[in-house]
């Protein structure tokens, strides 16, 4: 069946505009993730959906950053007034939620902030 | 607050022979879980193996295997039989009461053929 996927996969652009990066999880996971991996980093959490409610936003690392998911499926991550030190490869990662489950990875988008 | 820590940034093994890497994780908690993940160059995070920290005996999946050390906070992989396509970065990772995994920074395997 279909994996994870995340569009796009590259992404270019301007310190100061906005950026919208899409997740697509796989079809009856309910629990969704969002990390980003510095070059040659581990991976920092960011947000994790169960459903369309987020019960663990602390991983945001400004408020220019938000998420949301939409009918407990695809999520938009979107970086306002992006800054230099926002580029990095964004993950995106799904599972059946709860203790103990494989979490499943997109491919991830990697952010450029020139 | 959970911590995870890999002390080994590169490893190298002969393509064939075994080579261990090393994870070391901190938690005032009894019961949780731990994870190895695998990144190929292709940035496709794929699972190698998990642990339930109350079950003893260490998990096993074909060539991968941990030393599972709970008093030792401690959670090695093995890999035996090492292969061209086992190179990639290796992290572990705790998963805490949330569900949420914390991350080791990682361990790049070399393989030489």
């Known amino acids: 069946g279909a994996g994870v996927s995340q569009s796009p996969s590259n992404k270019v652009t301007e310190k100061g505009k906005d950026v919208e990066l899409r997740c697509d999880p796989i079809?009856?996971?309910?629990?969704l993730y969002w990390y980003r991996q510095s070059l040659g980093q581990g991976l920092e959490f960011l947000i994790y959906?169960?459903?369309?409610?987020?019960?663990?936003k602390s991983g945001l690392p400004s408020d220019r950053f938000s998420a949301e998911r939409t009918g407990g499926s695809v999520s938009t991550l979107t970086i306002q007034r992006t800054q230099q030190e926002d580029s990095a490869v964004y993950l995106c990662?799904?599972?059946?939620?709860?203790?103990?489950?494989?979490?499943?990875f997109g491919p991830g988008t990697r952010l450029t902030v020139l | 607050a959970q911590t995870v820590t890999q002390s080994q940034p590169e490893m190298s093994v002969q393509e064939a022979e075994t080579v261990t890497l090393s994870c070391t994780y901190d938690t005032s908690e009894s019961d949780y879980y731990l994870f190895w993940y695998k990144q190929p160059p292709s940035r496709q995070m794929i699972l190698v193996i998990r642990q339930e920290a109350y079950k003893q005996q260490n998990a096993t999946e074909n060539r991968f295997s941990v030393n599972f050390q709970k008093a030792a906070k401690s959670f090695s992989l093995k890999i035996s039989d090492s292969q061209l396509g086992d190179a990639a970065m290796y992290f572990c990772a705790y998963e805490d009461s949330n569900y949420q995994l914390i991350w080791g920074a990682g361990t790049k395997l070399i393989i030489k053929p």
């Open positions: 079809s009856g996971h309910t629990a």
């Open positions: 959906f169960q459903g369309n409610s987020a019960p663990d």
């Open positions: 990662a799904s599972s059946y939620g709860g203790a103990y489950n494989e979490q499943f």
